[in-house]
């Protein structure tokens, strides 16, 4: 009796890391197809297939990995979740048509799926994150690869800098926090991959890759030099004194002004170019708009500004998205929905800072409490692996087993 469970146990988590393994591949199918379209209409003979199929894998595989009896939360915690799915799925019925145009703008990252992302707290935390590990691997070498292969549009087209990281930089970013768990190769790898993932923007002037990398790497440097370096008090004073050196460095280059590849971003470091898109939101939203938000279908009227890609086609003046993640979150679901979201993003924080015996959960508390941070320039909710890692880290910390493993249970369930 004991053999069968035993192997009826091995055939049931061989099949949750199938599962787990297909939703990591159909979703870098799904970047990645979608990062080929920021170079242009002729790269769609390639990326629609590849979006479609990624989409297609990973829905399929969501599903099978959701069990919303599988998991070590609390009541408040649970009754949190369904409260926000719950909005989630009203805020999709809330004024939802389907047409021609917004059928095929619902498979873009920041518009429809994003609100099932949640979801994955359902899923097999220690297989899940063991696997996002994995992909963080994989990406090192993919981050060069692709890196020198799209040289010419990632240095010259914006929008495919910020999704070339969003897509390839995010894992490595992470694996960078979590140093203390990693071998010396892969966090030396993981650094660099950072620390460009903050260059290329700057380059770029991309300000919001900036904030969310830039906290990334010094956040993933102290955390390294604290944990690798403890019993050596000299190297740890060294790394410290190194990185205020590089601070000032850098403050003194940008005060030189003469920046060369940097001057595009020094242009850009003090231009305000969201006020007048801000007011615009402001003035167009009700009070009913405010609360209960203008559901997935919802925009907002800025007449005179420069649109989007996915704003109406019959009238540019009415815009999908807002720059800032808080009011992004208010137009389609309003004030309730950013309040039941930070809740569980203020709770788990707390859990995984306060109420936990071993880093692993501190770093993933960090890492929600950055996205608290980006959501004021950027931080879009978006079915991509910056917003999944968001909501890993929130699995991670409201889990009560994991909060209280030591840090040799912590290696050992997530095999890392």
Request: glycine residues 6%; charged residues 15%; proline residues 3%.
């Amino acid at each position: 009796m004991d053999k069968m469970t035993n192997t009826t146990t091995v055939y049931t988590e061989k099949k949750e890391e199938r599962y787990i393994i297909l939703f990591l591949t159909g979703l870098a199918l799904y970047c990645i197809g979608y990062l080929l379209r920021r170079i242009g209409e002729e790269t769609d003979i390639i990326r629609q297939p590849l979006q479609y199929l990624g989409f297609f894998i990973l829905i399929i595989a969501a599903y099978k990995s959701i069990s919303f009896r599988r998991n070590h939360y609390s009541t408040y915690i649970q009754y949190s979740m369904y409260a926000l799915l719950l909005w989630h799925i009203y805020t999709i019925l809330h004024n939802f048509s389907i047409t021609s145009e917004s059928l095929m703008t619902y498979f873009q990252p920041y518009f429809f799926f994003h609100l099932f992302v949640p979801l994955i707290v359902f899923f097999p935390t220690d297989k899940l994150v063991h696997y996002f590990i994995r992909w963080g691997l994989i990406c090192i070498p993919f981050f060069f690869i692709f890196g020198i292969l799209f040289i010419v549009p990632l240095f010259k087209n914006q929008s495919f800098t910020e999704q070339f990281v969003w897509v390839l930089g995010t894992t490595p970013a992470f694996l960078y926090l979590i140093s203390p768990y990693l071998r010396n190769k892969n966090i030396l790898y993981a650094g660099i991959i950072t620390a460009l993932s903050v260059l290329i923007p700057t380059i770029m002037a991309r300000r919001n890759l900036m904030l969310t990398y830039g906290n990334f790497f010094i956040l993933g440097t102290l955390i390294l030099s604290i944990s690798k370096l403890k019993h050596h008090i000299q190297e740890k004073m060294i790394g410290i004194l190194f990185l205020c050196i590089s601070c000032f460095a850098l403050y003194a280059f940008f005060s030189s002004g003469d920046l060369g590849i940097f001057q595009k971003i020094y242009d850009r470091i003090s231009v305000n170019n969201r006020e007048e898109l801000f007011i615009s939101f402001i003035e167009d939203m009700s009070q009913k708009d405010w609360i209960i938000g203008k559901g997935i279908d919802g925009t907002y009227y800025a007449p005179g500004i420069d649109g989007q890609e996915f704003d109406s086609v019959e009238d540019k003046d009415d815009r999908f998205l807002i720059e800032c993640g808080y009011l992004q979150v208010i137009l389609k679901g309003g004030v309730v929905n950013l309040i039941l979201l930070l809740n569980i993003f203020i709770s788990a924080i707390y859990l995984g800072l306060f109420k936990s015996k071993n880093k692993f959960c501190k770093i993933a508390g960090f890492v929600i409490l950055l996205w608290l941070i980006d959501m004021f320039p950027w931080g879009m909710p978006a079915l991509d692996f910056r917003y999944l890692l968001v909501w890993i880290c929130s699995a991670i910390c409201i889990n009560k087993n994991i909060r209280n493993f030591s840090e040799e249970q912590i290696t050992k369930y997530f095999a890392l």
